[in-house]
């Protein structure tokens, strides 16, 4: 487990027979050189005491939201910002359903509100808990946010119960944080860049042809690259969005603005070209607005075709080269001609007519058309950040496994 070599680890650890795992847990990430801070819920405290969770991780346990003795330090903000992953074990149905409505209710579920980092759950409950249909609701929540769920696993429960709602062992939860860790380590030697939302060809100083574009799917894949280690690039047309963090911004309003600023940031690993690029510009830029009755026919000419330009670039062409095809009809063979048209790797499709996944939705649901691959990968709708979970995993699989 050498990737947990002076990782900070926030350990939250709930009120449920399984509590006293936890302590092993400690001791394992401690055995491989990990800085183990805990909380301790007001329920955890009827099974384990805060001596011995200090004695095995050698730091002070926190378990008040307000400490008299440490209020100045704001833990709950401190705790958040100190810690490279916040880790939930053993994940209570209570503090999970607490997390999926967002309350605040006490220390741990006020860190997991003030923290911007990968948060993992490792659930421990009943079976029939487990099973219920609102357990499985909050946990969709969650997946859906910035959590990660460990286990459970399948057995025998210290109710005398069968099934799953096991807390997984301590050895497993470890690797899976160690795996974790390693993915991020490994992606940091890939460079990624990713366009988004739309270009503004300007007819006059006041109006401009565009597409429809919210950019948020691109946004989202560059914030998915970033947290996965990538060195992440992201070129952007005019949107409402907030830059995700970590990832280097580029602003542009036209396509050869976003032509010109691509080939200066190559070369990449992976480029995703997810921006709606006008297929049009002016002949001639009006230096002054027309008054409509002076309108007179507009001029246009084909404007620059980025995708295909950077994917037959023989120099400087990406190892995976990705494009977008947003379709209202035949969508299947609009994008296998795009795929071949434009020489790029893979090809990411989805029916814009779908009101469901229009372009200021927050959901979305694409199809994957990969070259010399009759097989068609299907995600289905979800939100546009699970989306880009899925691609993510993809390109680093990818890009890992032809070296």
């Known amino acids: 487990m050498k990737y947990l070599l002076n990782k900070k680890i926030l350990l939250v650890i709930c009120g449920g027979i399984a509590a006293y795992k936890s302590l092993e847990l400690i001791r394992i990430l401690k055995k491989n050189k990990c800085h183990v801070r ?18 095995l991780s050698n730091e002070k346990v926190y378990t008040d939201l307000f ?12 705790l958040s910002r100190w810690a490279d992953i916040v880790l939930f074990a053993p994940a209570t ?8 409505h967002g309350l605040a209710q006490d220390l741990a579920t006020t860190v997991a509100l003030a923290s911007d980092k990968d948060i993992f759950i490792a659930p421990a409950m009943n ?45 497993e939860i470890s690797n899976i944080i160690n795996d974790y860790f390693k993915n991020l380590e490994e992606n940091k030697k890939f460079k990624a860049l990713v366009t988004a939302g739309p270009t503004r060809e300007y007819i006059d100083p006041v109006r401009y042809i565009t597409n429809c574009s919210s950019g948020k799917q691109g946004y ?9 280690g990538f060195q992440t690039t992201l070129i952007s047309g005019p949107t409402n969005l907030k830059i995700p963090n ?29 921006a709606a690029v006008s297929d049009f510009k002016m002949k001639e830029i009006k230096s002054n607005k027309i008054k409509k009755e002076n309108f007179e026919k507009l ?23 990705i494009g977008f095809a947003a379709e209202t009809n035949n969508l299947d063979a609009n994008a296998r001609n795009k795929l071949n048209e434009k020489n790029c790797d893979w090809i990411i499709a989805n029916d814009v007519s779908n009101k469901r996944i229009g372009f200021d939705s927050e959901y979305n649901e694409v199809k994957i058309f990969q070259k010399n691959k009759s097989n068609i990968q299907n995600i289905l709708f979800n939100t546009k950040k699970m989306i880009a979970k899925t691609l993510v995993q993809k390109i680093s699989n990818e890009l890992k496994a032809n070296g």
């Not at 909380?39 to 805060?50: D, M, N, Q, R, W």
């Open 127 to 171: 079976v029939r808990m487990w099973e219920n249909s609102i357990t499985k609701t909050n946990l969709n929540r969650l997946i859906n946010s910035k959590y990660k769920i460990v286990g459970p696993d399948i057995g025998e429960m210290a109710c005398g119960e069968y099934g799953s709602g096991k807390f997984s062992d301590p050895v």
């Open 38 to 55: 805990t909380i301790l819920s007001k329920g955890a405290l009827e099974f384990i005491t805060p001596l011995s969770v200090s004695s």
């Open 220 to 228: 989202a894949i560059a914030e998915e690259l970033q947290k996965n």
């Open 299 to 321: 001029e246009i000419e084909k404007n620059k075709d980025i995708l295909g330009n950077i994917s037959k670039h023989n120099r400087l062409r990406p190892k995976i080269v």
């Open 67 to 78: 400490d008299f003795k440490n209020e100045a330090e704001m833990d709950h903000i401190s």
């Open 93 to 100: 149905a209570n503090k999970i359903a607490q997390l999926s």
């Open 246 to 274: 970590g990832v280097k911004a580029i602003n542009v309003n036209s396509a050869i603005e976003m032509y010109e600023r691509t080939i200066e940031n190559l070369p990449v690993d992976v480029a995703v070209f997810g």
